[in-house]
């Protein structure tokens, strides 16, 4: 049947960012459709949360805080991951952002700081979990942003760093062909900690929902769906492709109150 093409039964997965919205959501859904799953994340206690969920959809989590910045952390990850399991057969990779931030403003350290932060990270796991990706051929999943390909002010940081994450992608797609598949998913406005200022504000959260053609703000699991796709044999002809899951926004509709230069 084709629904039999969407679970990933015994496969072992790593999704960073784990502890809470998109990244929780994912490592549910992940072993709701049959993976184990190894969580990280800073916050130990949001961790064991989501490995509690993941222990009642009958699999293995293993938990592992860690502030992935830190030298030799991703690799430390990939290891113990594969340890734990077995195998490694699926890398989603949600590690990233940056605050909003005026032009001037901008320094460079910022924009380093946003590329390492998103890109440099995500290049570190994967690299590190190669060789077990390559064993039995395997997934990886990078999560970008609308604002990789709309432009916003503010988000200069944030913006290049995720254009970057998609390019990245599709690159990283030819290099590891066949055996590996890397695809992205460009998500829009969700609702997650990162947007409780636009949650909490009336006219910020109607402004944001009036700019999406589907009138609405995504929930985690809209992202974590996408990712279960993308991983699962259901997209096994499909490598190299940001996936956009954005509610169809084509331009960003929110004032951060940032001067105005011109």
Known sequence: MI???FQITGAAAVVTGAGRGIGA???IALAQAGADVALCARTEDQLRAVADQVAKAGRRALVVPADLSAPGAAEELAARAADAFGRLDVVVNNVGGALPRAFADTRRKHLENAFQFNVGIMHELTRAALPHLLANGGAVVNISSAMGRLAGRGYLAYGTAKAAVAHYTRLAALDLAPRVRVNAVAVGSVATSALDLVMNDDGL???MEQATPLKRIG???DVAAAVL???SPAAR????TVLEVDGGIERPNLDLGLPDLT
């Open 3 to 5: 629904l039999d093409r």
């Open 25 to 27: 959501a994912t490592a």
């Open 205 to 207: 959260r109607t402004s």
């Open 219 to 221: 929930e985690p699991e």
């Open 229 to 231: 796709y993308l991983v």
């Open 237 to 240: 002809y499909v490598t190299g």
